[in-house]
């Protein structure tokens, strides 16, 4: 059973940074590429950052191409996402999530592609 668990959500000002982690459980990490998705009330959970299982190789919605940055280390079974020049409309509940299949390819990764959620935390940034 895989358990992800999110830390690091919080209020910033506009402009600002948070950096999220999410810490998973198992001896399977390394072998699957992690993404980061969120979601705001009404609207669907949607597509941020997606990193390959070795770290090789990234994936970023146009939406923040440029400001996050997602990052992992296998040693410690967590993925990151750094958060810089934040924007009110980057408000949301941001969850880690683990791809449904081992060594998978991380272009074009969609929100479907993933089979494992984590709790969520919540970002929010004032204007």
């Known amino acids: 059973q895989v358990q992800l668990v999110e830390s690091g959500g919080g209020l910033v000002q506009a402009g600002g940074s948070l950096r999220l982690s999410c810490a998973a459980s198992?001896?399977?990490?390394?072998?699957?590429?992690m993404g980061w998705l969120r979601q705001v009330p009404g609207k669907e959970r949607e597509f941020v950052a997606a990193?390959?299982?070795?770290?090789?190789?990234?994936f970023y919605a146009d939406s923040v191409k440029g400001r996050f940055t997602i990052s992992r280390d296998n040693a410690k079974n967590t993925v990151y996402l750094q958060m810089n020049s934040l924007k009110p409309k980057d408000t949301a509940v941001y969850y880690c999530?683990?791809?449904?299949?081992?060594?998978?390819?991380?272009?074009?990764?969609?929100?479907?592609?993933?089979?494992?959620w984590g709790q969520g935390t919540q970002v929010t940034v004032s204007s």
């Open positions: 999530a683990r791809e449904s299949r081992p060594f998978r390819r991380v272009e074009g990764s969609t929100n479907t592609d993933y089979n494992y």
């Open positions: 198992g001896r399977t990490f390394s072998s699957y590429a």
């Open positions: 990193i390959s299982w070795n770290g090789g190789s990234t």
